[in-house]
């Protein structure tokens, strides 16, 4: 394998949607960074079953609405 070419693989944490903390290690951020999720399986519809709407991060759910609202007669 080549030399000084892959990221650096470090420990950091993972703080779940409902508050829950794990440690892993990862090429995210730097040594003891905080990962914090929006969405994860205790969160996301289709790991839960439930019909819950998810938060429109800035804007891109309604954008792709609003851009094909019309399409397929619905």
């Known amino acids: 394998m080549k030399k000084d070419i892959h990221p650096e693989y470090h420990t950091i944490k993972v703080v779940m949607t409902d508050g829950t903390e794990f440690e892993t290690r990862s090429t995210y951020g730097?040594?003891?960074d905080t990962l914090n999720l929006d969405i994860d399986p205790t969160s996301h519809?289709?790991?839960t079953g439930s019909n819950n709407q998810l938060?429109?991060?800035g804007g891109r759910v309604s954008r792709f609405?609003?851009?094909f609202?019309?399409?397929l007669g619905s």
Request: aromatic share 14%.
């Open 65 to 67: 609405k609003d851009k």
């Open 55 to 57: 938060l429109d991060r």
């Open 69 to 71: 609202s019309g399409f």
């Open 45 to 47: 519809p289709a790991w």
């Open 30 to 32: 730097k040594a003891g």
